[in-house]
């Protein structure tokens, strides 16, 4: 079964900085993978598809790429409420079978 | 608007077997596209995919949770079900139903999450 990484586990950074998270698959997913963002006590909302491309509605300042095992996942300019936790999410050939990563939490230094 | 709700004791005793059930409303569950699933998340900690079911009755489960998990699925009551047998403590989790995309990969709909404590 195909395992998850990501990094850092968490961050602190400052309003308007640049915040890059990174995902790394146990094998070869070629650009089957999706980012979240979880607010507390919210369900996940996705904002990142196929690697890289941004969900509708979703701001222009959330971005990914990445393909085989490793991902990155970037805010460009970090505002107050994007303070959440971000989660990367494989897919495969067996339609109902998906995987996350452990998870990145976000906070305003 | 799709909508899904979870349903069930909010309190286990340890040893016994965990029963959620989502129903949804808004959509068909008989629908091609989707496969409908449960992922829970332990206080504090992150996303763990339980398994998933099509309306056919095909389902997949995650192989560390294989052992105790069954997922039904009621057409009729546009309904599917999780049992989760011989829970312990490490079963407290805030447990979502979500509907997988299987085309996109994605999961866009989720139950709002029912916390279910496993306490005697």
């Known amino acids: 079964d195909i395992q998850m990484t990501q990094s850092p586990s968490s961050l602190s950074a400052s309003v308007g900085d640049r915040v890059t998270i990174t995902c790394q698959a146990s094998?070869?997913?070629?650009?089957?993978l999706n980012w979240y963002q979880q607010k507390p006590g919210k369900a996940p909302k996705l904002l990142i598809y196929?690697?890289?491309n941004l969900e509708t509605g979703v701001p222009s300042r959330f971005s990914g790429s990445g393909s085989g095992t490793d991902f990155t996942f970037t805010i460009s300019s970090l505002q107050p409420e994007d303070i959440a936790t971000y989660y990367c999410?494989?897919?495969?050939?067996?339609?109902?079978?998906?995987?996350f990563g452990p998870g990145t939490k976000v906070d305003i230094k | 608007q799709l909508q899904l709700q979870e349903s069930g004791p909010g309190l286990v005793k340890p040893s016994e077997t965990l029963s959620l059930t989502c129903t949804v409303s808004?959509?068909?569950?008989?629908?091609?596209?989707?496969?409908w699933g449960w992922i829970r998340q332990p206080p504090g900690k992150g996303l763990e995919w339980i398994g998933s079911?099509?309306?056919?009755?095909?389902?997949y489960y995650n192989p560390s949770l294989k052992s105790r998990v069954t997922i039904s699925v009621d057409t009729s009551k546009n309904q599917f079900s999780l049992k989760l047998s011989s829970v312990t403590a490490a079963d407290t989790a805030v447990y979502y139903c979500?509907?997988?995309?299987?085309?996109?990969?994605?999961?866009?709909?989720w139950g709002q999450g029912t916390l279910v404590t496993v306490s005697s």
């Open positions: 979500a509907r997988l995309n299987m085309v996109r990969g994605v999961i866009i709909y």
């Open positions: 808004g959509g068909s569950i008989s629908s091609s596209s989707y496969y």
């Open positions: 079911i099509y309306y056919s009755g095909s389902t």
């Open positions: 094998q070869d997913i070629s650009n089957y």
């Open positions: 196929d690697a890289s």
């Open positions: 999410q494989q897919y495969d050939n067996r339609p109902g079978v998906f995987t």
